[in-house]
């Protein structure tokens, strides 16, 4: 059974910062593509950051960008979101994504989904 299981959300104060977590199990993801998208309240899900689980190549919402990095730790299979210097607009619920194709920006191309994790940024 797959689970992705978030966590390191909370309340934080604008400018500064929070790491979330993903830990993966019940499969390999080694060839899978892993995201992190959020859902503020009102707004439809949007992407936020997403990598191969293997592989340099890391991808980015313009908003984010120069402040959130995702990350992964084989030894762990754990997925990593560390966001700086955060906003009040960035307060929304994180969930983590796992998909069996290429990076993408679409949420429906990810099969596998956290239950999600709050974070609320005060300004």
């Known amino acids: 059974q797959v689970q992705l299981v978030e966590s390191g959300g909370g309340l934080v104060q604008a400018g500064g910062s929070l790491r979330l977590t993903c830990a993966a199990s019940?499969?390999?993801?080694?060839?899978?593509?892993m995201a992190w998208f959020r859902q503020a309240p009102g707004k439809e899900r949007e992407f936020v950051a997403a990598?191969?689980?293997?592989?340099?190549?890391?991808y980015y919402a313009s908003s984010v960008k120069g402040r959130f990095t995702i990350s992964t730790d084989n030894t762990k299979d754990t997925v990593y979101l560390q966001m700086n210097s955060l906003k009040p607009e960035d307060t929304a619920v994180y969930y983590c994504?796992?998909?069996?194709?290429?990076?993408?920006?679409?949420?429906?191309?990810?099969?596998?989904w956290g239950q999600g994790t709050q974070v609320t940024v005060s300004s």
């Open positions: 994504a796992a998909g069996p194709l290429s990076v993408t920006t679409r949420s429906d191309e990810y099969d596998y």
């Open positions: 990598r191969r689980w293997s592989g340099p190549s890391t």
């Open positions: 019940g499969r390999t993801f080694s060839s899978y593509a």
